[in-house]
């Protein structure tokens, strides 16, 4: 059973247009110092899919949805939202992109609503009452009324997570961006999380990307997998020709077998040597 209500109309959503975002990456490379972080980034995200980048730790991830969010400069290469600029005011103007980030960056002093409205209300986008009635609907929308008026060092990390989507929603994105929905949660939870996500998707023209090292989330809810690996992408398919695929990185980072006779961290020691 998916947690997320099914709700039929909003009048807020007949002001723009809503059609859902195209998002391209040609050729992005981005380092930190000497890091080479991502190199030779291309890819084409299509309006209104679900599209999932796993990786291992430390491969880029993050580092490649910030870009997309426009909250990266990078040293070459293009990143555009229906061929324009992320980092530029007027895309963020014309377009409602919303970012859910890893560790939730939630204000801790603020209660759940007030973390909601914040943002709306600061920047004059909707008059007081909308903002009210879009705070409340985003929160019923995720099942967490009840956590309105408590702040977020007074819920479960799942909680915080639904906290996190849902101040996404008050601005009833056309892309939006999750990086690791699910980590730190039991696997009940994790999949009640996909289920949110892919149904959102259902119930919005929104495109999805997620950040993931979630197997399961990955090769259930997404349209498309692009695999990072070391700041490259190695694979990009459909789940099914990412289950089919025969690439050695890809088999250990799908099914990694636990070796007691021969540890990674031992083969790492030695190489180091
Ligand atoms: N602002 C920054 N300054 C310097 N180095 C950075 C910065 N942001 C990220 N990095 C480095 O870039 C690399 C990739 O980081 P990133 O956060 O994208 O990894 P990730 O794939 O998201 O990992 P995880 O799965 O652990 O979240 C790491 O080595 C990280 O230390
Ligand atoms: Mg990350």
């Given at each position: ?18 059609n859902?975002?195209g ?7 981005k380092?930190?110092g000497s890091q080479q972080?991502?190199?030779d ?15 291992p730790?430390g491969?880029g ?8 969010a426009g909250l990266?400069?990078?040293n070459?290469g293009?990143?555009t939202?229906?061929?324009r ?5 007027e ?7 919303a ?11 603020l209660t ?5 409205a914040?943002?709306p209300l600061?920047?004059?986008?909707y008059?007081k ?10 929160l019923?929308?995720l099942?967490i009324?009840?956590t309105a008026n408590k ?8 909680m ?5 989507i ?5 601005m ?5 961006l ?7 949660l039991d ?6 999380i996909?289920?949110i996500i892919a ?6 023209t929104?495109t ?15 349209d ?13 398919d459909t789940?099914a020709?990412i ?5 050695p ?14 540890p990674?961290?031992?083969q ?6």
């Amino acid at each position: 059973m998916t947690a997320v209500k099914t709700l039929k109309t909003n009048p807020c959503r007949e002001r723009h247009d809503r059609n859902a975002v195209g998002v391209e990456l040609k050729s992005l490379c981005k380092s930190f110092g000497s890091q080479q972080v991502l190199s030779d980034v291309s890819l084409e995200i299509r309006p209104g899919e679900i599209f999932t980048i796993m990786g291992p730790s430390g491969s880029g991830k993050s580092v490649l949805l910030r870009h997309i969010a426009g909250l990266e400069t990078p040293n070459s290469g293009i990143v555009t939202i229906n061929g324009r600029d992320p980092r530029e005011p007027e895309t963020r103007d014309r377009f409602a992109l919303a970012m859910v980030f890893q560790a939730g960056a939630l204000f801790n002093s603020l209660t759940v609503y007030d973390n909601l409205a914040l943002y709306p209300l600061e920047h004059h986008i909707y008059p007081k009452g909308e903002v009210h009635d879009r705070v409340m609907r985003a929160l019923q929308i995720l099942s967490i009324e009840n956590t309105a008026n408590k702040i977020p060092a007074e819920l479960s990390g799942g909680m915080k997570k639904r906290v996190a989507i849902a101040r996404a929603l008050v601005m009833e994105p056309q892309l939006i961006l999750y990086d690791e929905p699910t980590s730190e949660l039991d696997p009940v939870m994790g999949a009640t999380i996909a289920e949110i996500i892919a149904t959102l998707k259902e119930q919005f023209t929104v495109t999805t990307i997620v950040v993931s090292h979630d197997r399961d989330l990955a090769l259930t809810i997404s349209d498309r997998v692009a695999i990072l690996m070391g700041g490259r992408l190695i694979a990009v398919d459909t789940p099914a020709g990412i289950r089919a695929s025969r690439l050695p990185k890809i088999l250990e980072f799908l099914n990694p077998q636990i070796d007691l006779r021969n540890p990674r961290f031992k083969q790492l020691e030695s190489s180091n040597e």
